[in-house]
Structures are given as C-alpha cells and as structure tokens.
C-alpha cells in the first residue's frame, strides 16, 4: 500500500466561506438541491447525495443562554481506518484504495443501503436517481493525477489541507500546541489518534471544544464489533429453542427417541 | 451520539416483512424437523405441515429484498461480482467471483437464504412425494432437515445482529436482537403450523398439543428476550440511545409496542393458554391463540425496526 493521504481540517481557520462546497458540487458535478433553511448560514442540515462537502455552523452558548463562540467546521467523509459502510457493505462495492482512502464503487453497489445506516457519521447517502449509494471519494480521480481533492485546493484559509497522513498529524499536533499558548484551552485533535475511535480518521479535524459542541460523537464505535457477541448470544438462543424442541416432541412413554 | 447526525437506511414494509416470514420459515423448519428426527410417523402433520411453510414462506423472501434494491438488476452482487476489490473488509474471503464476509450480516444472510431455500425446497418435495402416494426417501430428509436446520436458525437470527450492526442508537448497542428474532421465529413458526393443524381438526390433535408446548415455551423466551434488549438498550446509557428507546416505549411507538408486541402477542396468548383449561385443547382456541401470536410476531419486529429507523 502507498503512503495513506488525509485531510486536515483546521477549524480555527475556517471562515465559513463555503468555496470547500461549491468546488466539491463543481467537480463532481453533483446536481443542485433545494435549498433547505437550517436558521443559519448552514445550508443542508446533514449531508446528502448531492452535498459531500458541508460547512457546517454551531452558535456555542454560556450557561446563561448568552452566545459564547460562533464555530464553522468544513465536515466531510473522514475515510474511517476501520469503516462502518466498507464493513457493511455486502457486495464489495465499497473497498479500500491503495491510499487508505474508501470509495464506492458505482458500478457494484446495487443500492441496498445498509451503508447508510451503519456509518457512525451519516456520511453515506442513497442517490434515487441513480439507486447507488454516495459520498466523498476524496476526489479518486483528482488524487490518482496529483491533483489534491477539490476541497484543499478551494480552501482560501488553508483550513482544509490535504497531504500524507504522517506528515498532517506532525503539523496538526504544532498547530494544536500554538493555539494552546494563544489561550485557546479547548483545542484539540479529533480522529487523528491511529490507536483511538475507529482506528483513526483519515480526515481529521482540529477543533476548539469537544466533539458535542460540534455535533461528532466524542467516541464512534464501529458497528461491526457487535456481530460476534450477538451471534453467540443468538446461537445461544438457537441452543434453547433446539432444547426446548427436545421436550415437547419427546416421548415420555419410552417410546421414540430423546 | 448526536440526534440527526445519523442517517437510516429507511427500509420499507416489504423488508419487516421478509424478516417475519424468513424468521416464521426458519423456525417452521427447524420444528419439522426436531418433530421428524423424534418420531416421524406419529408427528408426520407437523412435519409436513412445518415443510411446506418453511417453503412457501420463505419463497417471496428473495422476491422482496430484490424489488427494494435501488439497482434490482444488480442483486447478484450479493454473492459475487466479476472482478472483486482487493479490500473490502475485515476477514473477508475472495473465491474466484465470490465473495463471503462474515462482518456483513447482509451478505452472509444473502448466502444463508441461497443455502436455506435450497434444503427448504428438498424437504418440501421429499414431503409432498411422499403424501402423493411415493415413498420418502427417508435419508434425504433427515440430512436436508438437519443441514437446513442451522440455515433455519441462521435465516430467523441474522435480520436481528444485521440491525445490531446499523449506528443507529437504538440497535447499537442492543445486543439482543438477533437473540429475539430467532425465538420469534420460533414462536411465529410454532403458531402458524399450529393454526394449519387446528384447521384440519382432530386428526392431529396429540400432535396439535406438543406444538402448543413448545410455542408458548417459545413466548415465555421471547418475553424474555425482549426484556433483555430493552434492559441492555437502557443500561447503554448514552442521551441519544435513551431518546430513542423512550420513542419505542412511550413515543409513538409506545402503543403499537405495548399492545401489539407484548398483550396481544405474548400476554394474551399466554393467559389463554394457561388459564383455557379444557377449552384451550379446542381447534379454535389453539387458531386464536396462534393467530395472536402471529400479529404479535410480526408487530415486535415492525415496530422495533420501525422505531430504529426513525430515531
């Protein structure tokens, strides 16, 4: 496998503009929507089949009700070390690129949507028009030429930078410190851990308050590591219900068999 | 876990119905067969009763799950694609077009359903040449109802740890679910062989008695696993999976749980069939008592999968 590449998203650049969305919509020519008003600047509440890219706003408020601190996040597909959809996904359609990256296969997928519900984000959308399931591929076609997704290179505030992951987490963990001395107590990194949540995001984020105050959950499970206990305890239930079989169809004569 | 974050799938109808009938299949199987092993002249209506609903219930199952595709065409995908990617998921196996990956309840479901209608298919027409005057090919069902057994167990458990495998809060971290809807199918396959039995009238009626034993044995598990899901989803703790449990118990889910899952298809059934006394021995108590169980089996699974989705 090549070197992974990531996305780092530094929100305490972010300036709301909204270039990251309409470079994401421009080069995957993602039909336009409706728009749907959200009582902020933030258009689409979630994102959407058409939305892979979303700025997102949170107004973060003091216990008094008073407004403490207007946050705008770019969020995107974080392209899950261990992923929800990719594990889901009973066709092979979504797989793993040699850059760690997780596309869908438009050609496999065959719409099922179990995707859909078992990403820990609600990244994944079902497109009707096509009867496949979508999201971010970190613009495939973009990184295979060189290129950088269409995101990172909109980014007027460098917000949003794209590069080898390795390389990322060093400036991410710099920038971290620096906003630290600036008093900015909060600051922290989400997903970038490799031994954390999801075995790491490979679109991760600086935020400057926890992960609630910008609507991610503080520790994602993946959905997958469920299987195995309730298979025994299904197989368990399987054993009872043979059991009780047994008792009921057994001759107490003597006769048959038990 | 933060409320509409998350996205649901939004599985129709069509989908809880196929979780119903595959469940009711799998344990009408898994019952004709215990009943053919055990003694399979004396109990030879359930057996053939069991058989052929296992069959014919599980036939429209890959029918439905087709039609709800958003590309129908492509369902073989399911099983195989002619050119695999080389990581789709953990522990998963790669045989030429083939493709099995035990994480994915959908796929490995999709080869369980191929596996159970197969032997659902030979049990049925070993049971039907023999009641047309052939003889039955005694081997042969034994082995298909024993191999079909465990896809039986499979086909009525895996729509349950499917869900459990969703991030949707309330099946996260449920833990249950595949526990519950294996015991439903037992339960619903149970009442509806019973509800056939009942309608052919006394011939049967010994028979009709054990099934009877072993449904509401079925019910008393199925209250019981209901009740550990319920407990399991509450004790998980977090604010979004209690908001979404509180939509299943008291929202607007709360009546449809309430009455529909748990009076009528489990207090009901069993009050009847504990305090009927010589009556509950009559065909048309058991049909009552099997057609509650029935409405309520399908009902548990609906409104769960329902309240699941929208919360």
Known sequence: ?258 | MEPGLLKSADWPLLIDLYFFLGGLAGGAFVIATSANLLDAYRYRHIVRAGYYIAFLAILPGPLFLIVDLGRPTRFLHMLMVSKPSAEIGMNAITIGPFHLKFFSPMNAGAWALLGFSLFAFLAALDVFLEHRGGRSMSALRIIAGVIGGFFGCFIAAYPGVLLGATARPLFISAHWLGALFLVVGASTGGAAIALILSLLGAQARESLSRLMRFTVFALVLQLAALLFFIVTVQMAGSAGIGRALAQLLSGPYGLTFWLGAVVVGIVAPLVLQFTGGARKAAPGMTALVSALILMGGFLVKYVIIAAGQAT
């Open chain 1, 1 to 258: 496998m090549a070197r992974t590449l990531a996305m780092f998203t530094d929100v305490s650049l972010c300036i709301g503009c909204r270039a990251c969305q309409v470079a994401c919509k421009q080069w995957n020519q993602l039909a336009p929507e409706e728009p749907e008003w959200t009582g902020s600047y933030q258009n689409h509440p979630h994102f959407t089949d058409k939305s892979f890219r979303l700025v997102r706003f949170f107004e973060e408020t003091d216990a008094q009700g008073q407004m403490k601190q207007w946050h705008m996040m770019s969020d995107v597909c974080k392209h899950c070390a261990q992923a929800g959809c990719l594990e889901a996904c009973p066709t092979g359609a979504i797989y793993r690129t040699e850059y760690g990256t997780v596309n869908i296969n438009q050609d496999i997928c065959n719409g099922c949507r179990y995707c859909v519900s078992a990403c820990p984000f609600g990244v994944v959308a079902f497109n009707h028009d096509t009867g496949t399931a979508t999201k971010c591929t970190f613009c495939n076609d973009r990184i295979h030429n060189g290129l950088g997704p269409a995101c990172a290179k909109a980014c007027p505030t460098e917000s949003i930078r794209f590069g080898f992951r390795d390389d990322l987490a060093v400036k991410a963990k710099q920038r971290v410190e620096e906003l630290h001395k600036l008093g900015y107590k909060d600051a922290q990194l989400y997903g970038e851990d490799k031994d954390g949540p999801l075995g790491g995001l490979n679109a991760f984020f600086l935020l400057l308050g926890k992960p609630s105050v910008y609507g991610l959950p503080e520790k994602p499970k993946l959905p997958q590591r469920n299987v195995i206990i309730d298979s025994l305890l299904s197989i368990g239930s399987a054993l009872l219900v043979g059991l009780g079989a047994l008792m009921a169809f057994r001759d107490r004569n003597g006769r048959g068999g038990a």
